[in-house]
C-alpha cells in the first residue's frame, strides 16, 4: 500500500473535483469534435477523452437517477405505498453508493507513482507501420532559421520579427530537409523514387492497390452530370496545358487549353450531362507530363 506523499508548495486538487472538470470538458471537447463527422471518434485524442466522457455522463445520470429515486421514495411512502417505496429506496442507494465509487481514484493514485522504470528506452508501444516498420528519421540545419530573430513585434531595428514570417527562414533549405528525410524514410537515393515508395505503400495498406500518389483526380465514380477534376501539379510549372475528355471509341468529347497554366492546386467542374452512360477517358497534358483516369457515367 502506497502512502500519501505530500510535495511542499503545491496545492493539492481533490481527485472528485478534477474528475468532475476534466469529464466535463472531455464531453464538449468529445461533442465539438464527433458529432460534425463522426469518424474522428477513431482519432487518438478522441480515444483519450471517451473514457473521461463515458464516466462523467455515467455519474451524473446515477446521481440524477438517485436524486429522483429518493424523491419519489418519499411520495410513494406518504402514500402507503411502502413496497414499492422500500425498491425505490434500495435503487436509489444502489445508484447513489455506484456513483461513489466511479471517480478513478486508484488510476490518479498509480499515475502519481509512475517511476522511469515504468517506461524503458527502446520498446516503442503500438505496432510499427511503413516500408521499414516503425523507422523515425530525424534533420536538422541550423541554416534552417534565421539565428538572429527577436521574435518580436516591434524591434527597433529588425521591425516585425515573429519566428513564422517568411523572412525568418530559409526555404530552400527547409525543402532539402524535407527531401532527406523523405529519402531516409524510404531507404531511396532519389526523391522522386522515394515519394512514390512512400504513397505506394501507404495506399496498398489502405486497399487502394499498388499505385503511387496521383497528380489528376476525378470525382465521383461513378458520377451523373458533373466531374471535379483536381489538379496537383509541381507547384514550379509554368506552361501550356490542355484537358481533354474522350469516350472508349476514342472520340474528343471535351477541351480546354490554356497557355499559361501554373503548378499546385486547381478545381475544374466539368459538365457532361450531355453525354450518354458509359466509360470516358480524363487526360491532362501538361509540359512532359500526363496523367490520365478512368471514369464512369451512370444513365
Not at 478534477?18 to 482519432?43: E, H, Q
Not at 485524442?45 to 451524473?60: E, K, L, N, Q, T
Not at 458520377?223 to 471535379?228: A, E, G, L, S
Request: charged share 20%; net charge neutral.
Amino acid at each position: 500500500m502506497h502512502s500519501k506523499r505530500k510535495i511542499p508548495g503545491k496545492i493539492r486538487i481533490p481527485h472528485k473535483v478534477v474528475f468532475l472538470i476534466t469529464g466535463l470538458v472531455s464531453t464538449v471537447w468529445f461533442l465539438i469534435r464527433v458529432i460534425p463527422k463522426p469518424s474522428r471518434a477513431a482519432y487518438p485524442c478522441m480515444r483519450v477523452a471517451a473514457p473521461f466522457m463515458s464516466g462523467f455522463v455515467i455519474y451524473i445520470l446515477s446521481v440524477t437517477g438517485s436524486v429522483m429515486l429518493f424523491k419519489r421514495t418519499r411520495r410513494l411512502f406518504f402514500r402507503a405505498r411502502y413496497i414499492l417505496a422500500a425498491g425505490a429506496f434500495l435503487t436509489a442507494v444502489a445508484l447513489f453508493i455506484f456513483s461513489s465509487h466511479i471517480f478513478p481514484e486508484r488510476l490518479l493514485a498509480a499515475a502519481s507513482y509512475a517511476e522511469p522504470s515504468d517506461f524503458p528506452a527502446n520498446q516503442p508501444m503500438g505496432e510499427g507501420l511503413g516500408i521499414f516498420p516503425g523507422r523515425v528519421v530525424w534533420e536538422w540545419d541550423p541554416d534552417a532559421t534565421d539565428e538572429n530573430c527577436t521574435n518580436t513585434r516591434n524591434d527597433p531595428i529588425r521591425g516585425e520579427d515573429g519566428y513564422f514570417l517568411a523572412k525568418n527562414s530559409n526555404q530552400e533549405v527547409i525543402d532539402q530537409m524535407m527531401a532527406n528525410i523523405v529519402m531516409k524514410l524510404s531507404g531511396s537515393s532519389d526523391i522522386k523514387s522515394a515519394w512514390d515508395m512512400l504513397f505506394t505503400d501507404f495506399n496498398k495498406r489502405k486497399g487502394v492497390g499498388e499505385v503511387t500518389y496521383q497528380a489528376v483526380r476525378c470525382y465521383p465514380n461513378h458520377f451523373r452530370d458533373m466531374v471535379y477534376l483536381e489538379t496537383d501539379l509541381p507547384s514550379g510549372y509554368a506552361g501550356p496545358a490542355t484537358i481533354q475528355v474522350c469516350n472508349m471509341a476514342g472520340a474528343l468529347i471535351w477541351s480546354r487549353s490554356e497557355d499559361h497554366f501554373t503548378g499546385g492546386e486547381e478545381t475544374l467542374i466539368i459538365d457532361l450531362s450531355g453525354e450518354p452512360a458509359g466509360s470516358y477517358l480524363f487526360t491532362v497534358i501538361a509540359g512532359e507530363e500526363q496523367h490520365t483516369v478512368l471514369m464512369s457515367k451512370m444513365p
